[in-house]
């Protein structure tokens, strides 16, 4: 098998991380290199169990600190980049958008001039379907990759732009690009800031679910390791420029997924606690994967086989989330819901 030498950015994180090990564990002749700033948002210690592996390598650094990542790259010579790292929870960025300007916009601005620079084969940049805005509740109509862009949120807003610049520098400088634009994922080391982990994490500790609004905005939810192979898929296969959404017909409104939760951890829907709505909040997202699948990609996860998956998980890993929670997440969550 070639060698390759891969830069992951936001490693640390949930995504990213279990892209991480997903990578070191199937590509052993490649060189995986895992780059974080360690925000609120990243954890190493999810990486104990791989981070002894000699294709497996953590650097510290900012994504906007374009000095640092121009060292990196003319020191390292990567030959691609799959780019996750961003500020990534809605919430937040209505509280607080200049960090997602910085580095969802400029961080990966910084990260395609090094990449042109230094000559990378591929850049693959991890989106979302959130800049497709909103869709009503016609089950019949579906974002497509034509679907065109009008973000809501200042997260969705940031990622927008990001993907224009990523965009940009292919039509322009011919950098080989692809964009992946996956629907809402869940699964082991979700942050439990997001609603299926703060679920779980809350109805096994006795405590109120805040549901915003009346609970039926839907999501359109895809296991992470289903997202990682689409992405192995889209680094290795994808046509340079082209964009690929990644989801698909997994849809359930926000009440459904509590309800879910609850009934599997055997506890009462009383547990439910209707809070003010999010400002601009999404009515519906839902993805037509058709062409990530003519690529090659299937998920292997229905939302049944998924969630069950999941809270399983959580059960087994309550030390990862209760550690979490017991760190500056804790203050967060008192400003945010005031509960
Ligand atoms: P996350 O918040 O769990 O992790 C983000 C990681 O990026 C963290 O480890 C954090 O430390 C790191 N980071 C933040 N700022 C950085 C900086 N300036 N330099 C270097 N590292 C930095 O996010 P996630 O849920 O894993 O999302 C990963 C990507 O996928 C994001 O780009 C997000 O927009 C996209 N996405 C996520 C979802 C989802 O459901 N979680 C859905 C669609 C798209
Ligand atoms: P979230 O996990 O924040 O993902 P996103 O906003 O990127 O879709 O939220 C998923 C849905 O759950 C969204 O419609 C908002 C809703 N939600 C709640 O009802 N309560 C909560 O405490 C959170 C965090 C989200």
């Not at 506890?267 to 439910?272: D, P, Q, R």
């Not at 994967?289 to 086989?305: A, I, V």
Request: hydrophobic letters at 35%; charged letters at 25%; aromatic letters at 12%.
């Amino acid at each position: 098998m070639t060698q390759k030498k891969v830069l992951v950015t936001g490693g640390a994180g949930f995504i990213g991380g279990n892209f991480v090990q997903y990578m070191v564990d199937k590509y052993p002749n490649y060189a995986i290199h895992n780059l974080d700033l360690l925000t609120y948002a990243g954890d190493l210690t999810k990486h104990q169990s791989i981070e002894q592996q000699e294709n497996y390598t953590f650097v510290k650094a900012d994504i906007a600190d374009r000095e640092v990542i121009m060292i990196l790259f003319e020191k390292e010579q990567f030959d691609y980049v799959v780019h996750f790292a961003a500020e990534s929870h809605v919430d937040r960025s209505i509280t607080e958008p200049d960090i997602f300007v910085q580095t969802n916009v400029v961080g990966t601005q910084v990260l395609l001039d090094a990449s042109k620079k230094f000559g990378v084969q591929k850049f693959v940049h991890v989106s979302t379907d959130e800049v497709y805005g909103e869709l009503d509740f016609d089950p019949m109509i579906f974002f497509t990759e034509q679907t065109p862009l009008a973000p809501n949120s200042p997260y969705s807003a940031s990622k927008a732009a990001s993907d224009f610049f990523v965009r940009a520098y292919h039509e322009t400088y011919g950098l080989p690009v692809n964009i992946t634009r996956c629907s809402n994922n869940y699964g082991p080391y979700h942050f439990p800031e997001k609603l299926i982990p703060l679920t779980i994490s809350r109805v096994l500790n006795d405590q109120k679910v805040p549901v915003y609004g009346d609970g039926k905005n839907i999501r359109d939810w895809l296991h992470v390791w289903d997202h990682c192979a689409a992405i192995d898929l889209v680094l290795h296969k994808g046509v340079n420029g082209e964009v690929y959404n990644v989801g698909g017909h997994n849809e359930r409104s926000n009440l459904e997924v509590v309800k879910t939760i609850i009934a599997a951890l055997e506890k009462s829907e009383e547990l439910i606690e209707y809070v003010k709505d999010r400002p601009g909040h999404d009515k519906r997202y839902a993805i037509d994967p058709t062409k990530l699948e003519q690529l090659g990609w299937k998920p292997t996860y229905t939302f049944e086989t998924g969630i069950a998956q999941t809270i399983q998980w959580y059960l087994d890993n309550k030390e990862w989330w209760e550690r979490i929670l017991s760190g500056e997440y804790r203050g967060y969550f008192e400003k945010q819901y005031k509960l």
